[in-house]
């Protein structure tokens, strides 16, 4: 079946520690996003990219890196200069730009 | 600027009961596109709907309807003899402007509780 995974579902970062969260898709979507998801807030765009190679910042991209090496995967860094890393992290892909988002089941990073 | 206002941050009801989830919306474009998500305890957010600016006309699916009004810019979410199984957070979204390139906008949710 086809879909997006995230990995891992729950993941700590320690001070001053880089991390990447995974994200692949085997919908031959073209376009994919990251979100940020706080308790009872909405959700905030990290980064997007509309096609490899490519990638855009969003509204909160300070603190993140990304990089669009292949067309399946999408992976996030949270780099130490995120200061507040603790958050839901959801992954998103759609086949155009009228189409509805499809989501990952998110991976949730704490800090020790 | 373009918003997305879900003013309940959180609902309660009885099961069987109706339910409705407001969603008011700001946008300069003549056309575009709006959303409904459901984010269950696993975290995953599943697409429920998607809607048109230009069609107008209200949709049901089931035990959920959607009312469009693009007069007051509300797209509200009814959920009809709601479950337990419906509890959930549930966003409300529009698309960006000029094409929405760049995702969705999405509001702050609100959380349905459905007592049994």
């Known amino acids: 079946d086809g879909g997006i995974t995230q990995s891992p579902k729950y993941l700590f970062r320690k001070e001053g520690q880089n991390v990447t969260l995974s994200c692949e898709q085997n919908l031959n979507h073209d376009a994919m996003y990251w979100y940020r998801q706080d308790p009872g807030q909405g959700l905030r765009l990290i980064y997007y990219s509309q096609i490899v190679n490519d990638f855009q910042k969003g509204d909160i991209a300070e603190g993140y890196s990304v990089s669009r090496e292949k067309k399946e995967s999408f992976p996030l860094t949270v780099t130490s200069a995120q200061k507040n890393p603790t958050a839901f992290y959801l992954c998103a892909s759609r086949r155009g730009l009228r189409e509805k988002l499809l989501f990952g089941s998110g991976t949730q990073l704490s800090v020790l | 600027a373009q918003k997305v206002t879900q003013a309940q941050t959180e609902i309660s009801v009885v099961e069987k009961e109706d339910v409705t989830l407001d969603c008011v919306y700001e946008?300069?474009?003549?056309?575009?596109?709006l959303f409904w998500y459901k984010q269950p305890p696993s975290g995953e957010l599943v697409f429920l709907i998607r809607r048109n600016s230009f069609d107008e006309q209200n949709e049901i699916s089931g035990r959920y309807s959607w009312n469009f009004q693009k007069s007051t810019s509300s797209f509200n979410f009814t959920i009809t003899a709601s479950q337990v199984v419906d509890s959930a957070v549930y966003f409300c979204a529009l698309s960006k402007p000029g094409g929405g390139a760049d995702g969705l906008t999405f509001g702050k949710g609100t959380h349905l509780i459905i007592q049994p």
């Open positions: 946008t300069r474009d003549t056309t575009y596109y």
